[in-house]
């Protein structure tokens, strides 16, 4: 049966919620903050790399990212209206909205929201946890890319496109400096032609 790791307060309830609108049985393991740092427990450092919620496991399948687990279910639950129909008007929408959730609007309500409690508590989390999650997060990318050759496996697909572009800025702000394998990625990729094309308009 499909497995959910929750993390109280997280953005997992888009998981939970999607199953229940498409009844879609699974069982939930659920992780709880710590109630001083409001952090993740480590237990979820044993379920994916990242540490992060929520986490889907179903059979030998287990995807972090609650966008690529809604996408999963939605393929799973084929025909369900909670997708729109592809090539259709709705459907480009509903993709915009998909992607703005977690890439427009999540970096401003999670900064607001780290800025309230330094306010409340008058610590600084948010020097901690940046420097705390760009490490996990470049952990991840360099370990994934040591053992393949884009992101989706063997084959440059769009996801490298979308990565591209992110590792680019923490490539100028002297992110990258010790992950040797998204470095050479980044040399591979950049020297497609198509990317030099797009380069071109600056």
């Not at 959910?4 to 229940?20: D, M």
């Not at 109630?35 to 995807?63: F, I, N, R, Y």
Request: hydrophobic letters at 40%; charged letters at 25%.
């Amino acid at each position: 049966m499909l497995t959910v790791h929750h993390l109280n307060e997280s953005r997992s309830t888009r998981v939970l919620w999607l199953l229940n609108e498409l009844d879609i049985p699974y069982e939930v393991v659920k992780h709880q903050r710590d109630p001083e740092t409001h952090l993740a427990p480590q237990s979820l450092k044993q379920v994916h790399p990242l540490g992060k919620a929520p986490v889907m496991v179903d059979d030998d399948l287990t995807l972090c990212e609650s966008g690529a687990i809604m996408e999963y279910l939605l393929d799973k639950a084929e025909g369900s209206c909670l997708r729109p129909n592809t090539g259709t008007p709705e459907y480009y929408q509903y993709q915009e909205w998909l992607h703005f959730a977690e890439g427009s609007l999540a970096l401003p309500v999670i900064a607001s929201l780290m800025m309230k409690m330094e306010q409340r508590t008058g610590d600084k989390p948010m020097d901690g946890y940046i420097a705390k999650e760009v490490n996990v997060d470049f952990a991840y990318i360099d370990a994934t890319l040591a053992k393949q050759s884009y992101f989706a496996g063997s084959d440059f697909t769009a996801a490298d496109i979308m990565m591209t572009v992110m590792l680019e800025i923490a490539d100028k702000v002297g992110l990258l400096a010790k992950w040797g394998n998204i470095k050479a990625y980044l040399e591979k990729v950049q020297a497609r032609g198509a990317y030099q094309a797009a380069r071109s308009y600056g």
